[in-house]
């Protein structure tokens, strides 16, 4: 299985709770050192860098993963990041950022993916609970994950006659400092979140029950 955003904090956690699991995991990010610090803990798990900004990078991840791994289960997206302020505060070139990265990069990974899982598996990424509930002063955040979230509700009908699972995990505010590293603007007053690890149990559960049978 292939974990994009490996080097974040709930990447981080899936990708070791699926190997704790019994998965095979080729791991992809951003940082260098954190990614090489996972794949290190994880016994030497292959990994690879790649940007939001650069999409034909994020396209090539899965086909890279199905080589080293020799095959590919699915494919699970962590990628995103957060940026705040009244709609007339935020600067276009903030939400372009906001745009490409949860959007435009977590689809090409799927798009790129969608060829290369077997037939039984599943293709992943986490939107969160802002879809359908956009607090104020994050209309382009919450935009940019309900565009991706559409556009995984589409994939899951195109996908269903290969038995392709497509899961939208639409995580409720959780304590991984993720709201606290905006591109831009400053997080409204938010309740104390959720434990991560126990968020990304609940997640890779639901990856386990979509998991095709072992090879
Ligand atoms: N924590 C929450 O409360 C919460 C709630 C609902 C949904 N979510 C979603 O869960 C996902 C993971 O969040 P997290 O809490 O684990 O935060 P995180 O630790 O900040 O993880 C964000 C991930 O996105 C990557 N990323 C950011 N900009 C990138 C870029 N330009 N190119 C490539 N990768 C980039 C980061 O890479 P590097 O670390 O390598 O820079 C990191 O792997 C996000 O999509 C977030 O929207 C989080």
């Known amino acids: 299985m292939l974990v994009a955003g490996a080097s974040g904090v709930l990447g981080g956690l899936a990708a070791r ?30 990994f690879r860098r790649f940007d939001a900004y650069d999409l034909d990078s994020c396209g090539a991840l899965a086909a890279w ?8 289960d699915g494919v699970l997206v962590t990628v995103g990041v957060a940026g705040f302020g ?31 899982v ?16 956009p607090m104020l002063g994050t209309a382009d955040y919450a935009a940019a994950k309900t565009a991706l979230s559409c556009w995984l509700g589409v994939v899951t009908r195109e996908v269903r ?16 400092g993720f709201s606290d590293r905006p591109v831009a603007g400053r997080p409204p007053a938010l309740p104390r979140g959720g434990d991560p690890a126990a ?17």
């Open 17 to 46: 709770e699926l190997k704790a699991r019994g998965a095979v995991v080729a791991l992809a990010g951003r940082n260098p050192d954190r990614l090489a610090g996972v794949a290190g803990e994880l016994g030497g798990a292959p």
């Open 65 to 72: 993963a199905a080589r080293e791994l020799g095959g590919l």
């Open 86 to 116: 009244r709609v007339e505060e935020v600067p276009d070139a903030v939400v372009e950022h906001l745009f490409a990265v949860n959007v435009l990069c977590p689809a090409a990974v799927l798009r790129g993916a969608v060829a290369r």
């Open 118 to 133: 077997a037939d039984g598996g599943f293709l992943a990424a986490v939107t969160g609970a802002v879809v359908g509930q």
């Open 161 to 176: 006659a290969r038995r392709l699972r497509v899961f939208d995990f639409r995580l409720p505010h959780l304590e991984t």
């Open 199 to 215: 968020a990304v149990r609940a997640l890779v559960d639901q990856l386990e029950g979509a998991a095709p049978p072992a090879r």
